[in-house]
């Protein structure tokens, strides 16, 4: 079936290597954010998220880190598996308007055995 | 199992014709959304519902319309009146209102023109 990764920035790492997927966002009243996997053909899973009074959060094998100054979020996948190749994107609650989540276009990690 | 379910996987739709796809969801949450997503884009909000018998349109709700007469119920009318309707169909619900709250996903449907 049609994959939802055409087009998207790929990163591309061995396994057992640690991966760093970034996401940019626009707006300084976001206060929320979440990471999620979207495996081909499937709906997106939720990973981790973090609030705005957090600049780090870790769960089992990603962490996720958010620096406000430069509006920028990072979502690391340590000892990277086959099974994390997927598309990643992040999301927020830009606290403006009708109130609910804004998506990024995604990243694709591919992990080679 | 708690979670969303939304069907048919696949839907054809013949020029003329409105399609509904299902989404039903078991979590009790109060919020159901319904996301569309096109290649390498990100998800656009088409209609969300914080509350029964309650909803509003998101960014690109034009050509499409939703009701919402019990909690665990949110179906999407793709109409005639939407020109491009090839997508994949994302429906997700909420604990809470909002956009403080994870959202949690169907498995989505993907929709295609005959």
């Known amino acids: 079936g049609e994959s939802v990764g055409l087009h998207l920035p790929t990163l591309s790492v061995q396994e057992g290597d640690n991966s760093i997927i970034n996401c940019a966002y626009s707006?300084?009243?976001?206060?929320?954010f979440i990471w999620y996997k979207q495996e081909s053909g499937k709906g997106p899973q939720f990973i981790i998220d973090?609030?705005?009074?957090?600049d780090k959060r870790q769960g089992q094998r990603v962490t996720v880190l958010l620096n406000k100054t430069v509006k920028h979020l990072s979502l690391q996948i340590a000892a990277t598996q086959p099974g994390d190749s997927a598309v990643y994107f992040c999301?927020?609650?830009?606290?403006?308007?009708?109130?609910?989540?804004?998506f990024g276009k995604g990243t694709m990690l591919l992990v080679s055995p | 199992d708690g979670g969303i379910t939304q069907s048919p996987k696949y839907l054809f739709r013949k020029e003329g014709q409105n399609v509904t796809l299902s989404c039903e969801q078991n979590?009790?949450?109060?919020?159901m959304y319904w996301y569309r997503q096109d290649p390498g884009q990100g998800l656009r909000l088409i209609y969300y519902?914080?509350?029964?018998?309650?909803?509003q349109k998101g960014d690109i709700a034009e050509g499409y319309s939703v009701s919402r007469e019990k909690k665990e119920s949110f179906p999407l009318t793709v109409t005639s009146a939407q020109k491009n309707p090839t997508a994949f169909y994302l429906c997700?619900?909420?604990?809470?209102?909002?956009?403080?709250?994870?959202?949690?996903f169907g498995d989505g449907t993907r929709l295609s023109i005959l």
């Open positions: 997700a619900s909420s604990l809470g209102q909002g956009g403080e709250q994870p959202q949690h």
């Open positions: 707006n300084s009243a976001s206060d929320y």
């Open positions: 973090i609030r705005s009074n957090m």
């Open positions: 999301a927020e609650n830009r606290n403006s308007g009708y109130s609910t989540l804004t």
């Open positions: 979590l009790n949450h109060d919020a």
């Open positions: 519902s914080q509350i029964v018998n309650d909803f």
